[in-house]
């Protein structure tokens, strides 16, 4: 199967087989190809009303919607550059991203205008509402909009498609600058690597602001003609229900343990689902094993971010590896480098930092020339920041993000070692290890432990268990017992939230 390799084509590759269905809800509502196409035209012509042209920012602050997923299809055939802001972000962040990207429209939630106006007034941007039923002054104006308004045909492969917001480890969100390319390139790599047909669909839980939802989701639907089950957001006894009207499914590394939780998890339940991707957070071997013992699926893990989008995935055929995230796409490729020297570690195994370069890597952070010579190499890798390894079959390991290592006494300590020893005491069920400050040692090891249900642990005996494996200035300090991690909507545990709460913890001594 050929896939577009212009997000424009997406849409039109399809006329021919028009009343195929693009998407569908749990409410019964459906969306054919041919309506996907009229109905992201006219909101596309209501963006055109309210002045935008090809290349300008069309800011996003929406719950999830069908008329969301129409939206961002809207901006990218009209070739205006589609900013997500994530629904928990606070008018003050939202100030923050309207005035950076400086979009012409800022499409918001009805219940928020009253609060976002001044301050588009202030940023000179335009608001539109769009509600999650579709109500709003965006879908009224697209009612209004005639069908055969002219959009753009030709597009350039190197135009920005869309602008993510990335928190760094310092200062404001920097905005990742993606483009046509970088969004077509990889949701062909992707729909090829997962061998996405027209008869797939995919049961879609995750958020609409996030590289995940919708570029891995959507753009590999939309690459391969296959369709959406859209569910509003991801709920584990939900998402086991309608499993059985999709044949793949893509989630976080939570949503796996929840729907390990739901007792009606079991080979019948999975039956018509051909693929489980998991990625966004790392994937703890125990939900891997857990999840193929229950069902007989065997997760497929894949590593991305958002200025990358999907760097490597395991591979479809061939052995999918707990712990690991796989080798490099089709095009992309991977390399360790060492932290201190900056030299390429050719031998396997070794740990360091991970380089990226491809044509799925983004142009740089926009208005941040500072910020995007520093994170590529001089020979044009993107510095992605994760620590890893490579191994002698070309798989990908995380080891975790520089920023997150520990030095502690002076010596380098990789929280992901730590925290595979933890995991696998009796007793518990996962654990975080960060670093905080410490009167002696500068930074002090420090791990929250979650304990499984029922199981009874002691800081002592944690420590006792993991000093017998693991070299001293490895061994936490201190274990705080936790019921739960701090995690955000992608499932990423917040080490930032965890430095945070035990800052002080050997503050006396
Ligand atoms: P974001 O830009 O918010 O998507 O975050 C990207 C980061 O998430 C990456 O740099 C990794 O640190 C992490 N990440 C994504 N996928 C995985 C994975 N499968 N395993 C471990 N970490 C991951």
């Known amino acids: 199967m050929s896939f577009a390799t212009d997000p424009n084509g997406w849409v039109e590759q399809v006329a021919g087989g028009a009343q195929r269905v693009f998407l569908r809800t749990s409410q ?3 969306i054919s190809y041919a309506a996907l196409r009229e109905q992201s035209h006219r909101i596309a012509c209501a963006l055109m009303r309210r002045g935008v042209v090809p290349g300008e920012r069309v800011a996003v602050q929406v719950d999830k919607s069908v008329e969301a997923v129409l939206l961002y299809i809207a901006c990218l055939r009209l070739g205006a550059v589609f900013v997500p802001i994530n629904v928990a972000n606070t008018p003050n962040e939202v100030e923050y991203f309207l005035r950076d990207s400086r979009p012409r429209v800022a499409v918001i939630r009805p219940q928020d205008r009253h609060v976002l106006e001044p301050l588009a007034i202030e940023a000179g941007v335009a608001l539109e509402t ?7 002054s965006l879908c009224e104006l697209a009612a209004e909009c005639a069908d055969d308004s002219a959009l753009p045909t030709v597009f350039d492969a190197d135009a920005l498609a869309a602008i993510v917001y990335t928190s760094g480890t310092t200062g404001r969100p920097k905005g990742a600058m993606l483009t046509r390319a970088n969004l077509a390139s990889n949701a062909v790599a992707l729909a090829e690597t997962w061998r996405f047909t027209r008869d797939d669909v995919l049961l879609h839980t995750l958020p ?6 919708l570029f891995a ?11 959406l089950f859209l569910l509003p957001k991801f709920d584990a006894a939900q998402t086991l229900a309608h499993l059985r ?5 893509m989630g976080v590394p939570t949503h796996y343990t929840r729907l390990l ?8 339940t999975t039956a018509t689902v051909r693929l489980f991707v ?3 957070a790392p994937l703890l071997p125990d939900t891997h094993r857990e999840f193929l013992s229950r069902t007989g699926h065997v997760i497929l893990e894949r590593y991305g971010m958002s200025e990358t989008l999907i760097n490597t995935s395991n591979p479809y055929e061939g052995p999918r590896l707990p712990g690991s995230v796989g080798p490099p796409l089709k095009g992309t490729a991977i390399r360790v480098v060492n932290a201190e020297t900056g030299a390429v570690e050719l031998e396997p ?7 990226v370069k491809g044509p799925n890597v983004f142009v740089g952070y926009w208005r941040d020339e500072a910020k995007t010579h520093g994170e590529f190499s001089a020979d044009g890798w993107f510095k992605t920041g994760d620590v890893g390894r490579i191994d002698a079959a070309g798989y990908v390991h995380i080891v975790g993000r520089a920023k997150d290592l520990v030095i502690s006494g002076g010596y380098n300590v990789y929280p992901k070692e730590v925290e595979t020893e933890l995991d696998a005491l009796a007793g518990v069920q996962e654990s975080a290890v960060f670093g905080v400050p410490h009167p002696d040692f500068g930074e002090g090891v420090t791990a929250a432990v979650v304990p499984k249900p029922g199981a009874v642990l002691s800081e002592q005996a944690i420590i006792d268990s993991v000093k017998a494996r693991l070299a001293r200035y490895k061994v936490p300090k201190r274990i705080v017992l936790v019921e739960e991690l701090p995690r955000n909507t992608m499932g990423k545990v917040q080490k930032n939230t965890l430095r945070q709460m035990f800052a002080a913890i050997y503050a006396d001594g």
């Open 28 to 30: 019964g509502r459906e």
């Open 130 to 136: 769009l509600g999650e039923n579709g109500d709003g």
């Open 208 to 213: 609409l602001f996030h590289i995940h939802g």
């Open 217 to 227: 989701a959507i753009n590999t639907v939309l690459a391969s003609g296959s369709s």
């Open 245 to 249: 009207e999709a044949t793949v499914y």
């Open 261 to 268: 939780q739901q007792a009606e998890l079991n080979p019948q």
């Open 278 to 280: 998991s990625g966004s």
């Open 349 to 355: 195994g070794v740990v360091g930092t991970l380089q």
